[in-house]
């Protein structure tokens, strides 16, 4: 019986340039995924800047998704945190 290979080469399309990628058969979708939101982002930022080259596009709407990649990580990292510090605050209580 042949084994289906963990890591495969997949490619992706940004800004209309191929890249082949390595990731694990499970991250195929999502590296599908994350291709097309980036090209979305980028289409986006061209609409509202043309005056920008496509380096300066790609940079700007890769900065934009990490931006909001970190806004929608931060509320769960502050409640992480505060239970945290709640629990520590309940051992050092009763030391």
């Given at each position: 019986?042949l084994?289906?290979?963990?890591?495969?080469?997949?490619?992706?399309?940004?800004?209309?340039?191929?890249?082949?990628?390595?990731?694990?058969v499970?991250?195929?979708?999502?590296?599908?995924?994350?291709?097309?939101?980036?090209?979305?982002?980028?289409?986006?930022?061209?609409?509202?800047?043309?005056?920008?080259?496509?380096?300066?596009?790609?940079?700007?709407?890769?900065?934009?998704?990490?931006?909001?990649?970190?806004?929608?990580?931060?509320?769960?990292?502050?409640?992480?945190?505060?239970?945290?510090?709640?629990l520590?605050?309940?051992?050092?209580?009763?030391?």
């Amino acid at each position: 019986m042949l084994k289906q290979p963990l890591v495969v080469e997949q490619k992706v399309v940004i800004a209309g340039r191929e890249y082949w990628l390595r990731c694990t058969v499970k991250e195929q979708a999502e590296l599908q995924e994350a291709a097309r939101l980036l090209n979305t982002k980028i289409a986006q930022v061209r609409q509202g800047a043309g005056h920008l080259s496509m380096e300066q596009s790609i940079v700007l709407a890769a900065l934009s998704l990490g931006q909001h990649l970190v806004t929608q990580q931060s509320p769960q990292l502050e409640e992480c945190q505060q239970r945290l510090a709640k629990l520590v605050a309940l051992i050092e209580a009763k030391n």
